[in-house]
């Protein structure tokens, strides 16, 4: 049996280890609420773009603009969401399986630091990689989004895709992959959304300045917003996560340092009863 | 047959109800939508924004720069910013206006995309001011 001076020791430091847990639990739920705001926030914004988008789609042709043009694909492009810090559970690696069951050639561009890590660790393609912040400014998922635009219509790569994990409770966040670029599958993509706002009216649709005019401000638009909601939406999974995993953290300690208590208390009443019995013994002798 | 409008900011829902008819402000200048209307889809800009309500009264908001679609008898406004002219703060806008002024002052420094957020907001808060004043 350990001596009780070994058990203390056990006991104090994970008693640290559970204050440093829950100090880090705290400080993610404070930050998930803010980033499941912004992140429920953005919703209907995001879900509004993109039924414009379908509504218009669904009204020009294909060779319009070249966001809409399906090419035979070459070499995928794929944008990884993962977090800069570790300590949130599954979440990267969950994110890492959706990677790893990518066999065709692809490019990758990296936001968070974990997902660059990971790429350059595999030895996969990754020509970008960039910061983002905890409050996620627009501007910053702006650098990264038109760099992914600028190689498209360059023919670097053939598609846009996105890897994150999809925030829906604080308790489930859903690793997924969708398709951004070419953006002929928007229409589907909405119905998948939102199936009841079909186009009402089946008129001709006008466009004000021009057609042309709509969509170049419309298309570079809408790959912005939807992937800033992204990155909105893997943040708050982040910090969820983090806090989940955190609170199990913390509880763990909490039931650990119960079960060694007991074990502190037994052999501390062992050496006490073993005390007694020894001085018992040496005072009948000397009798 | 009334229109359903909705303006929607990336912060919030801003407007959601049944009304009459609506002046947007758009690129090619203020268009009025009336029910009935052929599906439409124009660039916002920003400017004020007139809405009949159902009991006839006239509301008014500032809204930022964005896209509108008609489709039947919905209207969708997507806009960068949106405020009904109630709730607009005079001061806290010609504060807001200065100091993306001042920050543009150095737009030489400033990457592509601070510039035209910068700009929106100068734009937004004129609108605003523009439509307070005439209210008065």
Same mark, same amino acid.
């Given at each position: 049996m350990a001596s009780t001076r070994d058990i203390r020791r056990r006991i104090k430091s994970v008693k640290n280890t559970r204050q440093i847990t829950k100090a880090m639990e705290l400080v993610a739920a404070s930050k998930m609420k803010k980033a499941q705001s912004a992140a429920l926030a953005g919703r209907p914004y995001a879900q509004l773009?993109?039924?414009?988008?379908?509504?218009? =789609?669904?009204?020009?042709?294909?060779?319009?603009h070249p966001f809409l043009v399906k090419r035979e694909v070459k070499t995928r492009g794929i944008l990884l969401v993962t977090t800069d810090k570790g300590l949130c559970g599954p979440l990267n690696a969950n994110l890492f399986k959706l990677v790893s069951e990518i066999k065709t050639p692809a490019k990758f561009v990296a936001i968070g630091r974990k997902g660059s890590q990971f790429l350059a660790r595999t030895q996969r393609d $990754?020509?970008?990689?960039?910061?983002?912040?905890?409050?996620?400014?627009?501007?910053?998922?702006?650098?990264?989004?038109?760099?992914?635009?600028?190689q498209y219509l360059e023919g670097v790569v053939d598609t846009v895709e996105v890897i994150y994990a999809r925030f829906k409770n604080t308790l489930v966040q859903e690793p997924i992959i969708r398709p951004i670029l070419p953006l002929s599958n928007v229409a589907e993509f909405q119905a998948l959304v939102d199936p009841k706002s079909v186009n009402a009216d089946t008129r001709d649709m006008l466009f004000e300045p021009s057609a042309p005019a709509v $969509?170049? =401000? $419309?298309?570079?638009?809408y790959v912005n917003r939807y992937l800033y909601q992204v990155v909105l939406s893997a943040k708050a999974s982040e910090h969820s996560a983090r806090m989940v995993a955190m609170k199990t953290a913390k509880d763990n300690a909490t039931k650990l340092v119960g079960e060694l208590s007991l074990e502190y208390n037994k052999a501390r009443q062992a050496a006490i009863t073993q005390e007694i019995l020894e001085i018992a013994a040496a005072s009948f002798s000397a009798a | 047959m009334p229109l359903t409008l909705e303006i929607v900011t990336p912060e919030a829902r801003v407007y959601s109800d049944v009304i009459e008819t609506v002046v947007?402000?758009?690129?090619?200048?203020?268009?009025? *939508?009336? %029910? !009935?209307? *052929? %599906?439409?889809?124009?660039?916002?800009? /920003?400017? &004020?924004?007139?809405?009949?309500?159902?009991? !006839?009264?006239? &509301?008014?908001?500032a809204v930022g720069d964005g896209f509108a679609e008609i489709d039947g008898d919905k209207v969708s406004v997507l806009a960068e910013r949106a405020i009904n002219e109630a709730t607009i703060d005079e001061d806290?806008?010609?504060?807001?206006?200065?100091?993306?002024?001042? /920050?543009?002052?150095? +737009?030489?420094?400033?990457? %592509?995309?601070?510039? &035209?957020?910068? &700009?929106? *907001?100068?734009?937004?808060?004129?609108?605003?001011?523009?439509?307070? +004043?005439?209210?008065?």
């Open positions: 773009l993109a039924s414009m988008l379908a509504s218009l =789609a669904s009204r020009v042709e294909e060779s319009a $990754l020509i970008a990689d960039f910061p983002v912040h905890d409050r996620v400014p627009f501007n910053e998922v702006k650098v990264a989004v038109e760099f992914l635009m600028k $969509l170049d =401000a $419309l298309l570079p638009f | 947007i402000p758009t690129v090619q200048g203020e268009i009025g *939508i009336l %029910p !009935g209307h *052929i %599906p439409l889809l124009t660039q916002v800009t /920003a400017g &004020e924004m007139r809405v009949t309500t159902k009991d !006839g009264r006239t &509301e008014y908001l806290a806008v010609q504060k807001a206006q200065a100091r993306a002024e001042e /920050a543009l002052r150095t +737009r030489d420094q400033l990457d %592509p995309a601070e510039v &035209e957020r910068l &700009e929106g *907001i100068v734009r937004f808060s004129v609108a605003q001011l523009d439509l307070k +004043r005439r209210r008065r």
